[in-house]
């Protein structure tokens, strides 16, 4: 049987076959027991409640890059409350200390990898603590499969449990899947419906071919394709621009009759001017003769 260690205080823990988790009979930290040591135990406490996590999966569906109409034309199908269990690395790398995040389970789901614990945000998970109506996701990868990866030298490492909502969305007949950080909030989303992609994509892919056909053309019969070409790639890309930008909304036809006015004051303000600068070059031009002329008679 392995021989574990505190990770706090360095005494040997008495572990019973089949456990992993193990209290300090010295300094009485609550430890996981991985399958070659011993971790600091904690948890991230929920400060997002579902209603909140709603709110936010509403406002993040409504953004600019997202489908038209996603924000009103999709349904929630999922929504599950967990602690999803994840290894911290605190490592020295070039005289600094960072910090890595590896998910503790196998999973497909989106932001697992790039989860951000808050220093000093977790508690010590032991009988005291308790997980509410939250469901409890146990780990099944052993914390050796990551150190191999892990750069520096070790500082600590800990089994930490991490607040997460699980949903699960229906959109136009696809489902996707979508994780909110239970304790800041933030969206971790896959492969999600965008903003006119198909669109842009299609002027994109016809102008480039253009673009490649004007190229071709350039080398084989005058240089002057390739400025062709080159315009129309930028026209392209302008109107794949124009497809998915919103239009402003139309004015209204008052505000249009008083900047019509506006225009035809600005208009006539701007005709004086005009007429006397007409006036000015031929009084010019006409001391100008004359002074031409004078050299002449004295000649």
């Known amino acids: 049987m392995p021989q574990f260690s505190c990770p706090k205080c360095g005494a040997a823990l008495a572990v019973d076959p089949g456990t992993q988790i193990a209290k ?10 991985d399958r070659s040591e011993a971790l600091f135990y904690y948890l991230l406490p929920f400060t997002i409640d579902e209603v909140k996590a709603r709110g936010i ?4 569906t409504a953004g600019p890059s997202m489908a038209k109409e996603l924000e009103h034309g999709c349904k929630i199908t999922k929504i599950v409350k967990e602690f999803f269990p994840v290894f911290r690395f605190r490592r020295s790398v070039n005289k600094s200390e960072k910090v890595f995040v590896r998910p ?11 989860l951000e614990i808050p220093p000093g945000g977790e508690v010590i998970y032991d009988d005291k603590v308790s997980i509410g109506d939250a ?3 146990d780990p099944d990868i052993s914390i050796g499969s990551y150190i191999g990866e892990m750069p520096g030298n070790a500082i600590d490492q800990a089994l930490v449990y991490f607040p997460i909502y699980e949903m ?16 800041s909030g933030r969206v971790y989303s896959g492969p999600s419906p965008s903003r ?8 994109m892919g016809v102008s480039f071919v253009l673009g490649l056909i004007g190229g ?22 302008y109107m794949a621009q124009q497809v998915v930008t919103k239009k402003p909304a139309p004015a209204v036809a008052g505000g ?23 006036g000015a070059p031929s009084d010019a031009g006409a001391q100008t003769a004359e002074t031409g002329a004078e050299p002449e008679v004295k000649q």
């Open 104 to 114: 503790a389970r196998g999973t497909t789901l989106p932001g697992m990898h790039n």
């Open 196 to 203: 006119g992609s198909a669109q842009y994509m299609a002027v």
């Open 256 to 278: 249009g009759a008083a900047a019509g006015g506006s225009a035809a004051q600005a208009g006539e303000g701007a005709s004086a001017p005009s007429d006397a600068q007409s």
């Open 168 to 183: 699960t969305y229906e959109f136009e007949g696809k489902s996707y899947d979508v994780v909110i950080d239970g304790s």
């Open 57 to 60: 999966f509403k406002r993040w």
């Open 135 to 137: 469901k409890q996701i």
């Open 216 to 237: 071709y053309l350039a080398c084989s019969i005058h240089v002057l394709f390739i400025v062709l070409a080159a315009g129309g790639l930028l026209a392209g890309r």
């Open 24 to 33: 300090c009979q010295f300094c009485g930290t609550v430890t996981y027991v």
